[in-house]
């Protein structure tokens, strides 16, 4: 799966040049304007890589996860938009052994943030993208659902062990927009966000990890 992250993004890139090259742009109206849509990439982990081998718990947490998440950035002044975010990627699956049942499931993460997007070369008019510097703030909910699992008649009984945890945090990041068409724009971001929970989750405190992803939104 990471693979096919990383080759989408060498496409994007490579798209790049040539949609700027094919298109005539309305550049100016950019930097007025707000922009909202959907980023889609990986997530790497920066935290915690495996549950201790004494523990109950047992998992298939992988270092990295498909992350996606919807945007929707507020134009305040040309060198200054405010975004709102919200993200959900998979830590992995989970199984925990009791003295007579198997509980399986999965840890699931949720990014929901408020950031500054600083324009630096905003006085630049002739350039066909708008890199942003993005510090942020906001909070990590993430949710543990584990179900009661007989691995010998294989059924599922229904019965879940959840639990949830919650953080706040903040987040650093950057990236670069390109306005493709008067109300269509492409986007890439790169952020790190650092996650410590209170208490673990599948005996995990430490979520912290970076985000890549590339995007497509509507200019309006």
Known sequence: MIYRIIFILACWLIILPAVSLGL????ETFSSKNFAGVRIG???NAGDEAIPEESEFSSEFSNSSVFAEFFYSHRIATPLAVEISLGIYSRG????YSTSDVFVGAVNIYPIFVSAKLYPLYSFKNLPFYLYA??????VYASQSIIDYDDYYYYYYGYTAA???TKFTYSLGAGVEMPVATQIG????????PVKFGNPLAEIEDY????LTVGAGYIF
């Open 24 to 27: 005539e742009l309305e550049k």
């Open 42 to 44: 990986a997530w790497t």
């Open 93 to 96: 699956d989970v199984e925990y």
């Open 134 to 139: 993005q510090p942020g703030f906001g909070l």
């Open 163 to 165: 639990d949830s945890e």
């Open 186 to 193: 492409l986007t890439m971001n790169f952020r790190y966000i």
């Open 208 to 211: 912290s990890g970076w985000t």
